[in-house]
């Protein structure tokens, strides 16, 4: 037996707040997601993004503490084009969202951008600068 990637968990302070930002990127809570200890939203692929409250968290790891200073991992969602990464970001922001990098032309040939979801974990945007030739 192989385990499978099956879902990514985030711990959230506030999920009403979680389920808000995450449906802006077009993740699919279902409604009620605000008021539960625990939601989930199918991602491509058959994988799931899965919320759970602090308070979930501690009723089984009851010193779980949130960890301090900046995060160490982040959600890269593709944009369709290097505008939307801009309208996207800029949406984000203008809801009351931490941008934590502007969109720029990237060196690597992507235009990146980078935001914060409500428990400061890094969202990056992005999308090829060019479209690969046809083959």
């Not at 602090?54 to 369709?80: I, K, M, N, Y």
């Not at 235009?111 to 914060?116: D, E, I, L, M, T």
């Amino acid at each position: 037996m192989t385990p499978r990637f099956d879902a990514i968990g985030l711990v959230v302070s506030d999920m009403a707040a979680s389920v808000a930002f995450y449906r802006r990127l077009g993740f699919a809570f279902p409604e009620g997601s605000e008021g539960e200890p625990h939601a989930e939203a199918a991602l491509p692929g058959g994988l799931r993004l899965m919320l759970d409250t602090e308070e979930t968290v501690r009723s089984f790891l009851p010193r779980w503490q949130p960890p301090t200073g900046d995060g160490r991992h982040s959600l890269a969602l593709r944009c369709e084009s290097p505008a939307e990464v801009d309208e996207v970001y800029e949406a984000l922001v203008a809801s009351g969202c931490h941008g934590e990098l502007k969109p720029w032309d990237a060196f690597w040939g992507q235009r990146y951008a980078s935001v914060r979801d409500p428990d400061g974990n890094g969202v990056d945007l992005f999308a090829p600068l060019a479209t690969p030739p046809a083959e």
